[in-house]
Nanobody
């Protein structure tokens, strides 16, 4: 099983970026997907999660970020609008999924994608 992010980059404050995440491999089902971020010198923090259509956002991104998921394609996206310099971080995708032949769900992480917002 692999989880791969794409879509990071450099953007000016007030701009937008869209991150994508794809889970691939021998996947039986996905319970939830989410985005986390880690800024230099800080701990990794939750940005947004989605499960069975229900979404959850960090207070700092509510109203600016939107998470979506395509269950048929095992993909998730994070639309980020009105970006601020404090959104600068490495963004990681997380998938809570059950591989074929495994009876329990497990957490898989992507390698991360850099988002830099200039002031």
């Amino acid at each position: 099983v692999r989880v791969v992010e794409s879509g990071g980059g450099l953007v000016q404050a007030g701009g937008s970026l869209r991150l994508s995440c794809a889970a691939s491999g021998s996947i039986f089902s996905i319970n939830a997907m989410g985005w986390y971020r880690q800024a230099p010198g800080k701990q990794r923090e939750l940005v947004a999660t989605i499960s069975s259509g229900y979404t959850n956002y960090a207070d700092s991104v509510k109203g600016r970020f939107s998470i979506s998921m395509d269950n048929a394609k095992n993909t998730a996206s994070l639309q980020m609008d009105s970006l601020k310099p404090e959104d600068t971080a490495v963004y990681y995708c997380q998938a809570d999924l059950k591989p074929y032949g495994i009876t329990t769900y497990h957490i898989f992480w992507g390698q991360g994608t850099q988002v830099t917002v200039s002031s």
